[in-house]
């Protein structure tokens, strides 16, 4: 617990410092200080028209450079980026099974980009990424590395129609994100964000938006351009999101997923499945609220595969209170594997957030649920800090333990591993926007495991981040 009471006092101490102005909302997990300017999808920045009242910065010449113009529109680019380094440490990554009994590192990321906008209708986007890691990890990771790679290159293209607003067709390689990322996401905490490789097709009608997608997922691979599109998945689906009253949002969605190479029940094979789900959130006066639910059917080898996932969060913020304290309660349920049933019962989340559960990226939402209470106050508009207890257990007890992958932790699913409860994770975050550009931020976890972890000779976690991130 020493870790946690060094963060919890960090946190207390930077609130001490900052003061009771300001407000700011941060729904997920851990929390998001927004700035106007640089989005999470830096493809969606729009510097088209600038600000006028914005206070002058040493990047503006960059964001917007006029280069002709046309009766098609105007013709500019912008430029733009992010570095970013990360110091972790563990004790007993991977729940010390098959592991180190410590490791601690630095994460290095370089973003570089260009936004060509030929005009109204055509437009062209490329990223270029450097990713390293200093000092050992002790453990498998595909995320650290990768040196020198493009991780986001697509062309748009839009044709006018007299219906008004025109649909995008985007070909090449782009990073998706989804609702609140619990099936699609770019994977934020990790050094190397997700991508894939395809097509999309995007339209707004009203207050209504839609996409159609069909992609790969990019393999990252340790060498300078050598990124490619995995060979052995595939993504095809349709994520709509309409109105649902005056204070609500819905999202409708379904998903085709192919995995050629899945692992299920020892066994390898093909896994083909179909996602439907549904998302309600929003916001009124102090409460907000995000609720979802996915049903998954299809087949595995010769197995029928039937898992379902429920989720949600409900918040309340106090804003007549200083530090505009918010209480919120969070929940999720994936469901896991009768290994006595004849069909397969292991929900799989394909490419969610990492981190999923507060910051520490040891599990994805397969085989478990939890309940997590939280407190979210902010002593300013630029520092938001949570606290968190999460509790956790097996949905299924024949079924195991999943990290990064839906890879299975070692021993988590042997009959002689009969606990439900996982463990308690007591987590603290503080994160500091200091100006439009660099935000800083402390993070520390500790997760005391129950018997489904110690039946398979894991135990406690202890997690430590501190970072620095710059976007230009």
């Given at each position: 617990m020493r870790l946690f009471r060094k963060l919890s006092g960090l946190a207390l101490a930077v609130a001490s410092m900052a003061g009771v102005a300001g407000v700011s909302c941060a729904w997920a997990a851990s929390p998001e200080v927004p700035d106007p300017n640089y989005k999470n999808l830096r493809y969606t920045d729009d510097f088209s028209h600038p600000d006028p009242n914005k206070a002058p910065d040493i990047w503006d010449k960059f964001k917007y450079v006029p280069l002709a113009s046309s009766m098609f529109g105007k013709t500019y680019i912008s430029f733009g980026g992010e570095l970013r380094e990360r110091f972790e440490s563990y004790i007993n990554p991977n729940f010390g099974i098959k592991a180190p009994t410590d490791?601690?590192?630095?994460?290095?990321?370089?973003?570089?980009?260009?936004?060509?906008?030929?005009?109204?209708?055509?437009?062209?986007?490329?990223?270029?990424?450097?990713?390293?890691?200093?000092?050992?990890?002790?453990?498998?990771?595909?995320?650290?590395?990768?040196r020198g790679d493009i991780s986001q290159g697509f062309v748009d293209l839009r044709l006018p129609t007299p219906l008004g607003n025109a649909p995008t067709f985007?070909?090449?390689?782009?990073?998706?994100?989804?609702?609140?990322?619990r099936l699609i996401a770019v994977r934020e905490g990790p050094n190397t964000r997700r991508s894939f490789d395809g097509y999309r097709i995007s339209d707004k009608w009203g207050d209504a938006t839609i996409d159609y997608f069909a992609v790969r997922p990019v393999n990252n691979l340790v060498g300078a351009f050598d990124d490619n599109a995995s060979k052995s998945q595939k993504l095809t689906g349709v994520y709509i999101t309409v109105p649902a009253g005056p204070v609500m949002k819905a999202d409708l969605y379904h998903m085709d997923y192919q995995n050629d190479t899945a692992k299920f029940r020892g066994l390898s094979g093909q896994e083909l499945r179909e996602?439907?789900?549904?998302?309600?959130?929003?916001?009124?006066?102090?409460?907000?609220w995000n609720l979802e639910g996915a049903k998954q059917t299809g087949t595995f080898r010769s197995s029928d595969i039937k898992a379902h996932m429920l989720a949600g969060i409900v918040g309340y913020r106090f804003n007549a209170l200083p530090w505009t304290p918010r209480v919120a309660l969070e929940a999720n349920y994936a469901s896991g594997d009768d290994s006595?049933?004849?069909?397969?019962?292991?929900?799989?989340?394909?490419?969610?957030?990492?981190?999923?559960?507060?910051?520490?990226?040891?599990?994805?939402?397969?085989?478990?649920?939890?309940?997590?209470?939280?407190?979210?106050?902010?002593?300013?508009n630029d520092v938001a800090v949570v606290l968190g207890y999460d509790m956790m257990w097996r949905a299924s007890t024949t079924d195991g333990l999943y990290g990064s992958g839906l890879i299975q932790y070692t021993g988590t699913a042997s009959p002689k591993v009969t606990g439900a409860y996982i463990g308690t994770e007591i987590s603290?975050?503080?994160?500091?926007?200091v100006d439009q550009h660099l935000q800083l931020g402390a993070i520390a976890t500790e997760i005391r495991v129950g018997p489904a972890a110690t039946q398979a000779l894991g135990k406690d976690v202890s997690f430590f981040v501190g970072y620095a991130k710059y976007k230009f």
């Open positions: 490791s601690a590192y630095l994460l290095h990321r370089l973003q570089l980009h260009a936004d060509l906008h030929l005009n109204d209708y055509v437009r062209a986007f490329v990223q270029f990424e450097d990713m390293d890691r200093l000092g050992k990890r002790g453990v498998t990771s595909t995320t650290d590395i990768d985007r070909v090449g390689r782009e990073e998706l994100l989804f609702g609140f990322q996602t439907f789900g549904a998302r309600l959130f929003g916001k009124y006066e102090g409460f907000d006595h049933a004849t069909s397969i019962g292991t929900f799989n989340a394909m490419y969610p957030r990492l981190p999923y559960f507060a910051e520490l990226s040891l599990l994805v939402p397969t085989n478990v649920k939890d309940v997590r209470p939280v407190l979210e106050f902010n002593p300013r603290a975050d503080v994160r500091w926007q």
